[in-house]
């Protein structure tokens, strides 16, 4: 688990990352200025810290949810580029959901994101090792993990833990990765929505104190954020 050391710097990282935002509900819009729909590419700096990373999420998922999206980075000019190498500037860690397409919520393009998906954001060492060939090997400053209003996989671990039946086949291992982050503090539909954010609280402290990851998260080169997206309203806002 990070330290209180490292998880102070994370989180003020991240209220610096969101300067500006709106508040909505019980978190922080990731909301920022609305870009005009006429702009086809991103300004030529690339996000490179993890500050910079999080204020290109927030505008793009704020043309996503005013509908005012870019589809940055899809140019022939930028699909012959990238034959030669990938500089994306995030790592995003979402839910198998088809409702919740990183590159789609954030108004990204191709080379902007690396994401990874599982059910209900479960890690196992392919996911790890994935995130970690992200930040490792391609230098990305930020992993994102990404949870999701109404997660299926979240709301079947809920329902096993409360019958005590067993899900089919492999979908009981993710149940199992699940189970320890279930709020039983609620009852019912609030069960669910707080195991969702409890659940993405628990894979970023898994990730963040990966050694290599905290290694990089202590020197200020990475950091590892949760977040939830709103089906209802589109928004992407922090989960601390």
Not at 71 to 93: K, M, N, Y
Not at 99 to 108: A, G, H, K, M, T
Not at 158 to 173: C, F, K, M, N, T
């Amino acid at each position: 688990m990070p330290t209180a050391s490292t998880a102070t710097p994370r989180r003020a990282l991240l209220r610096a990352g969101l300067t500006g935002a709106t508040a909505v509900g019980a978190g922080i819009s990731l909301g920022a200025a609305p870009a005009s729909a006429a702009t086809p590419a991103r300004p030529q700096h690339r996000p490179s810290t993890p500050a910079e990373a999080l204020r290109e999420l927030a505008a793009g998922n704020r043309r996503w949810r005013t509908y005012r999206e870019r589809h940055p980075d899809e140019a022939p000019a930028i699909r012959t580029a990238l034959t030669s190498g990938q500089h994306p500037f995030a790592v995003v860690l979402g839910c198998v959901d088809s409702r919740v397409p990183p590159e789609l919520v954030f108004d990204q393009g191709l080379g902007d994101l690396l994401t990874v998906r599982s059910a209900g954001e479960v890690l196992d060492e392919a996911v790890i090792g994935s995130v970690a060939y992200g930040v490792l090997e391609l230098g990305i400053p930020l992993v994102l993990v990404l949870g999701h209003q109404s997660c299926g996989a979240v709301k079947a671990a809920v329902e096993a833990d409360a019958s005590g039946g067993r899900l089919p086949a492999h979908i009981q291992y993710l149940a199992d990765q699940i189970r320890p982050s279930i709020d039983r503090t609620k009852e019912g539909a609030a069960r669910v929505d707080a195991t969702i954010d409890a659940n993405v609280r628990a894979v970023r402290s898994r990730l963040a104190a990966e050694p290599d990851l905290a290694a990089k998260v202590a020197s200020g080169q990475l950091l590892v954020a949760g977040a939830r997206y709103e089906l209802t309203s589109q928004l992407v806002h922090s989960v601390v």
